[in-house]
């Protein structure tokens, strides 16, 4: 379950790199530091229910609704890489974005 394992890896990273997290949380939402918190909690909690059998359907819920819920920090994340003037990130940042909608469907899939 690479799935799994790659969102709870995620995760993981929301506490251990807040400040990663907190610079793509765009600036209408009041908290960052919350908004990080949460969506790795969440994180968290999809690579664990759809790392088990029983609660896979769970899982797949969990990791569709935070996938689209984070979305607006990538298109921030593209959006500060382009005004900083950084081409490679811009790039990739921008690239990244159409990447979520596999993924997105891949979660979906696990609710079936």
């Known amino acids: 379950m690479r799935f799994a394992g790659g969102l709870f890896f995620m995760g993981i990273l929301h506490f251990v790199l807040p400040k990663q997290f907190e610079k793509a949380v765009p600036s209408w939402f009041p908290d960052p530091k919350a908004a990080v918190a949460l969506s790795g909690v969440a994180e968290l909690g999809s690579g ?3 790392a088990i ?3 896979r359907k769970a ?3 969990l990791a569709t609704a935070t996938l689209v819920a984070v979305y607006p920090a990538n298109v ?8 900083a003037g950084s081409k490679p990130a811009a790039v990739a940042a921008w690239l990244r974005l159409p990447l979520q909608f596999p993924m997105i469907a891949k979660a979906f899939r696990y609710t079936r």
């Open 48 to 50: 664990a229910l759809l």
């Open 53 to 55: 059998p029983k609660t």
């Open 59 to 61: 899982g797949g819920w």
């Open 76 to 83: 921030q994340m593209a959006i500060d890489a382009t005004r």
